[in-house]
């Protein structure tokens, strides 16, 4: 693949549909509300659960579309790579809630438990209907861009988790409805609430391993280094760093030694032809190197466990 025809390939990639993250936030809004009421006219947990859920929601998706507008601002002296962190930091702070809420939750169904209380289990399962066709079609509209954006992925799993849990809503309202169950409502929000914690751990490990600048999991350093090595005139390449500037956006930097003293003209084919290898082979958007002869580093520096 030449040059060119990459570039191509990155230019296609389109930006996340705004509109549609503002009418996820209106449609989870609503729900919330309406499971709200109903929550308390039926005196389900297992609604009002959802409830809450759908209210985090809304926020969440409100917070997504909020993060897209900041990231697109351009870089300044003070911001040098531009605001596009801001979702990374949107969907950290979407997990802690969904955590956090999920805890109160498994919390008031304890108590539920050993304090079963009547239900009215048709306001029950139509308010649950309601919330999930609204959320099957949230979900329509999100699920195009949930793959390019950790922030959208966020929103977007806890959209799934909504519809998953306004369909075991219905399952329990059902059940209240034919066998007079209730200890079925608090179970319910047990599980819940155990998938909401476990997708809000995905995305808090996801966020912090960017924030914390870790290597992506799938970028294999070593196979870098022994790509690059076989160019004739790389000696070594070392003091390799990766990060991932956002979740799509991944950066590299190393030092590389040279096998004689070359020519500038000559060090810049070399490093296009680097970086045209890192960017085809291992999806590399930015490349920084710095070239070197007769460094005398110490052997550690060069063959470092991390990318040995």
Same mark, same amino acid.
């Given at each position: ?22 009418? =996820? ?5 609503? /729900? ?23 209210? &985090? ?12 507008? !900041? ?14 962190? +801001?979702? !990374?930091? =949107? ?16 919390? @008031? ?11 009215? &289990?048709?306001?029950?399962?139509? %308010? ?25 992925? =966020?929103?977007? /799993? ?21 066998? @007079?169950?209730?200890? %079925? ?11 909401? /914690? ?7 490990? @996801? ?29 070594? /390449? ?35 032809? +680097?970086?045209?290898?890192?960017? @085809? ?13 007769? =460094? ?7 063959? &470092?466990?991390?990318?040995?």
């Amino acid at each position: 693949m030449s040059a060119s025809k990459h570039k191509h390939k990155r230019k296609r990639r389109h930006p996340v549909n705004e509109k549609n993250l503002l009418i =996820a936030t209106f449609l989870n809004t609503v /729900i919330a509300l309406v499971e709200l009421a109903g929550g308390i006219l039926s005196g389900s947990l297992a609604l009002f659960s959802d409830a809450l859920h759908n209210l &985090s929601d809304a926020f969440s998706t409100f917070i997504a579309y909020m993060a897209t507008q !900041i990231g697109k601002r351009e870089a300044n002296p003070k911001r040098t790579f531009g605001y596009k962190r +801001i979702e !990374i930091l =949107a969907a950290l702070f979407n997990a802690v809630i969904l955590i956090v809420i999920s805890i109160f939750l498994l919390k @008031e169904a304890w108590q539920r438990w050993h304090n079963p209380e009547p239900i009215d &289990s048709k306001i029950m399962l139509v %308010v649950a209907m309601v919330g999930l066709l609204a959320n099957v079609y949230a979900l329509i509209l999100l699920k195009r861009d949930a793959g390019k954006s950790i922030n959208v992925k =966020a929103a977007y /799993i806890h959209l799934i988790g909504d519809s998953l849990s306004s369909l075991v809503v219905i399952i329990g309202g059902a059940s209240i409805a034919l066998f @007079e169950i209730y200890w %079925v409502d608090p179970l319910i929000t047990v599980f819940i609430s155990l998938y909401i /914690i476990r997708s809000g751990f995905i995305i808090l490990k @996801e966020s912090v391993n960017i924030l914390m600048q870790s290597a992506p999991d799938h970028l294999d350093l070593p196979a870098i280094k022994n790509r690059v090595e076989k160019i004739p005139q790389v000696l070594n /390449i070392h003091h390799m760093h990766a990060w991932m500037l956002t979740d799509q956006e991944i950066h590299v930097e190393a030092h590389v030694e040279l096998n004689s003293d070359l020519a500038l003209s000559e060090v810049k084919n070399i490093r296009q032809e +680097i970086e045209l290898l890192l960017k @085809e082979n291992f999806s590399i958007h930015h490349v920084t190197l710095q070239f070197e002869y007769l =460094a005398d580093h110490a052997p550690s520096l060069i063959h &470092s466990k991390s990318v040995s």
